[in-house]
């Protein structure tokens, strides 16, 4: 669900097709237009195209056969992976999760001709959400100041009036992201992945899209940090009540910032305010997550 012009944020493990229809199943190998390859992961691949008609846009997943895999093995944990995540996206949605609404899915896949015991695979179809990963957003956001020759982000320099806006609208995206995952968390279920690449921005109505479905700041052409928290990608999620799950993914987060977003590390703590406010067991989980980051400490000292 990510732009189409952006790079992948998943890491490829095999060659990209040269056309969809060479891989994709029935009914989308005459689709028209015919869907596009947005990223590619060693499970699955993740195309854009439309639901119904040309004017209603959708992404969908796929997850081909894995001919090294026995057939019997390969059909079921397609059909266990797709119905887990689409269950689970099905569940957030009820409970008011910000998260892809499910269209369409199919777990069995059709038969391989000359290939006995085999099937295409299963995909799901997803509402298509506008905007950019947060990743992106925060890469772009920041990187305007060091295209303009600042020695120092405004951001690391948060004592001076002149960063103060910027500080604000960083801080105010690290609550929303902080209040999505307490969200989540609230009704029993857990990522696995959480990274910013597995979170969109989807930008507010009011503000005005560009020609690659993503929203821009009128102000030195930043990405808008305005616009809602949308978490994607749930194929490792699960459904679990237990802080240390809970805290493992808050984890797994607060390492992904500060190895990819090093320069707003500092503001993770705004995520774990929100969180800690966003629900009940929230406070729990924070305490939690200390003893996990013991155990990660100990576990890079030791290697």
């Given at each position: 669900m990510a732009n189409p012009a952006a790079p992948p944020d998943i890491t490829t493990s095999v060659s990209t097709p040269s056309s969809p229809s060479n891989i994709l199943p029935p009914p989308f190998t005459h689709s028209n237009p015919p869907p596009t390859l947005l990223t590619q992961g060693a499970e699955a691949l993740l195309f854009r195209t439309h639901f119904l008609t040309p004017s209603h846009p959708c992404a969908l997943k796929y997850r081909p056969s894995k001919p090294y895999r026995h057939p019997t093995l390969d059909i079921r944990l397609t059909r266990h992976r797709v119905l887990s995540e689409a269950r689970i996206l099905v569940k957030c949605r009820r409970e008011g999760v910000s998260v892809p609404g499910v269209l369409a899915l199919d777990w069995e896949g059709k038969d391989l001709e000359g290939k006995e015991g085999r099937r295409s695979g299963g995909w799901m179809m997803m509402e298509w959400v506008d905007g950019e990963t947060v990743r992106r957003v925060l890469d772009g956001w920041l990187g305007i100041w060091r295209s303009a020759g600042h020695e120092k982000s405004r951001v690391e320099e948060g004592e001076q009036?002149?960063?103060?806006?910027?500080?604000?609208?960083?801080?105010?995206?690290?609550?929303?992201?902080?209040?999505?995952?307490?969200?989540?968390?609230?009704?029993?279920?857990?990522?696995?992945?959480?990274?910013?690449?597995?979170?969109?921005?989807?930008?507010?109505?009011?503000?005005?899209?560009?020609?690659?479905?993503?929203?821009?700041?009128?102000?030195?052409?930043?990405?808008?940090?305005?616009?809602?928290?949308?978490?994607?990608?749930?194929?490792?999620?699960?459904?679990?009540?237990?802080?240390?799950?809970?805290?493992?993914?808050?984890?797994?987060l607060e390492r992904a910032f500060g190895s990819t977003h090093p320069t707003v590390e500092g503001l993770f703590t705004d995520v774990l305010k929100a969180y800690g406010e966003s629900y009940k067991g929230a406070k729990v989980v924070l305490k939690r997550l200390e003893d996990v980051r013991m155990r990660g400490r100990k576990r890079s000292m030791i290697g």
């Open positions: 009036e002149a960063g103060r806006q910027e500080n604000a609208e960083l801080a105010a995206l690290m609550t929303k992201i902080g209040l999505a995952v307490g969200n989540m968390h609230e009704i029993g279920v857990v990522h696995g992945d959480l990274t910013t690449s597995n979170m969109m921005l989807r930008p507010l109505a009011e503000v005005p899209l560009t020609a690659n479905g993503d929203s821009s700041d009128a102000r030195m052409g930043r990405p808008s940090l305005e616009g809602g928290i949308v978490l994607i990608d749930f194929g490792l999620a699960a459904q679990s009540s237990h802080d240390e799950d809970k805290a493992v993914d808050l984890y797994v």
